[in-house]
């Protein structure tokens, strides 16, 4: 369905799926997905030129997390730019389904449950990005071990994406066994040489000694249930809901910063108060994910979204050497199970071979 080589996705992840990563995961042979949720209609139109320069015919994508401002602007310019792939999260995508299959796009929805599935299918979804609770930032409540089978045995028309908990080639092997078509990688190729991610905060997720057991989960970060890096500043966020005026306020800024208008914000503050409070509180929370992803500060104020598979982290290779490591992996993986289950073969410790 995408035109790829490997079953290898880029998530989009703000402030680190930028053209140059999603383009160096594109021509490794996987699909690499833009985060548009900093950038103006403009940004995001010449952040898709510089990717389709980057990597010349290769499939891509845009995301579009339509709950909050400036999504469906954003998602209007992929489509006019004809992006081969929009990943729509938060939000009814039928009208982006009806527009991108008039040029022969295709559109990924992001779910966490069957539900959510289910009316994504509806909508028109052409696959399913299926977000086990492992998962860096808003993944669901179930993990992917039953998540992304249970909702493959649902919709077995439909190809799945599994994400969280994935990041070498035993976990893509194991995807796929679980009814997954692919898998999505996103604190793996956050890690890597070409991601945009400050060095000290690759570093940190990249150190052996953090280990699967080094994450916070909950919502008291953004409003929304997500995994977050466990550091100072993590602990500190994540203690307590934060005050309402504080967080219109930071809102409010977040907004100027990324150049929306406020009538765009305040008129959902009032008419919609429990709706919008998740809204501006995830606004709210940009500040403190921008200074981990951008800047490395980890201890005084950054917050940054990790998955669990960071026990999993321990070097930044390039993204084509992370790719092909990958591959072969999954590759010797496969010959090795299959050899277990031989029926020819005259071995009968199966769960006691040495390693």
């Known amino acids: 369905m995408l035109n790829c080589k490997y079953p290898l996705i880029l998530p989009g992840m703000s402030w680190i799926s930028s053209p140059e990563l999603v383009a160096a995961v594109s021509n490794a042979g996987g699909v690499g997905i833009l985060a548009t949720g900093p950038m103006s209609a403009q940004e995001t139109k010449d952040a898709i030129r510089k990717i389709k320069q980057l990597a010349p015919g290769k499939t891509f994508g845009i995301g579009a997390t339509l709950l909050m401002p400036g999504a469906e602007e954003n998602a209007k310019v992929a489509l006019d730019e004809a992006v081969p792939l929009i990943n729509v999260s938060l939000g009814k995508p039928d009208w982006i389904c009806e527009a991108a299959h008039d040029y022969g796009g295709k559109v990924l929805c992001t779910v966490v449950n069957a539900k959510h599935a289910g009316k994504a299918v509806e909508s028109g979804a052409d696959a399913l ?45 194991a995807a796929l066994s679980l009814g997954a078509d692919a898998v999505a990688m996103g604190t793996r190729f956050a890690t890597t040489v070409e991601s945009p991610l400050a060095e000290h905060t690759k570093r940190t997720i990249s150190n052996p000694i953090k280990d699967e057991h080094e994450t916070i989960y909950g919502s008291n970060f953004d409003g929304i249930p997500a995994r977050v890096l466990k550091s100072p500043a993590a602990i500190e966020a994540t203690k307590h809901r934060t005050p309402f005026p504080i967080v219109c306020y930071r809102a409010l800024e977040a907004a100027r910063g990324f150049g929306l208008p406020l009538w765009k914000v305040v008129p959902g503050l009032l008419t919609q108060f429990d709706k919008m409070y998740a809204i501006a509180q995830f606004g709210a929370a940009t500040e403190a994910i921008q200074a981990a992803t951008v800047h490395g500060d980890l201890d005084k104020k950054g917050v940054q979204f990790v998955g669990q598979c960071q026990g999993l982290v321990d070097d930044i290779p390039t993204v084509d050497e992370l790719v092909q490591r990958i591959v072969i992996e999954a590759a010797v993986v496969t010959r090795e199970n299959a050899a277990r289950f031989d029926s020819n073969s005259s071995d009968d410790n199966f769960f006691l071979d040495e390693k």
Request: hydrophobic share 50%; glycine share 16%.
């Open 129 to 173: 990005m299926v977000t086990g609770h492992e998962a860096a930032a808003h993944g669901g409540d179930v993990t992917s071990l039953v998540l992304v089978p249970s909702i493959a045995s649902r919709f077995p028309e439909i190809p799945i994406v599994a994400a969280g908990g994935f990041a070498n080639g035993r976990g893509l092997v």
